[in-house]
Nanobody, 125 residues
């Protein structure tokens, strides 16, 4: 089973940028949907962005135009470039993988089989 390790979280001021990374223990392209979810204070876990097995991408409405999901050429590392960060983006960000589905919009990720441990993002106003 694939193992996932996130990094890149930290503290930043509103309007700033961060890039999160998720290193997978095996090649994922064409096999796993790779996604980012987040748990923000007072809210349920929500889908942020995903790359499907065909390379297509999907974004949650709250991050469209600000966040970009990508993979490296080796297809073992997933990235989330976060620009124009807002205080409401504060939370724990998780990398997830699943071989069968790739839903993030309106999803809390229950259907994803593999998860990383999370990385904290804090945006101050």
């Amino acid at each position: 089973q694939v193992q996932l390790v996130e990094s890149g979280g930290g503290s930043v001021q509103s309007g700033g940028s961060l890039r999160l990374s998720c290193v997978a223990s095996e090649y994922t392209y064409g096999t796993y949907c790779m996604a980012w979810f987040r748990q923000t204070p007072g809210h349920e876990r929500e889908g942020v962005a995903a790359i499907d097995t065909d390379g297509s991408t999907t974004y949650g409405d709250s991050v469209k135009g600000r966040f970009t999901v990508s993979q490296d050429n080796a297809k073992t590392t997933l990235y989330l470039q976060m620009n124009s960060l807002k205080p409401e983006d504060t939370g724990m960000y998780y990398c997830a993988a699943d071989p069968f589905g790739c839903t993030v919009v309106g999803s809390d990720g229950y259907e994803y089989n593999y998860w990383g441990q999370g990385t904290q993002v804090t945006v101050s106003s």
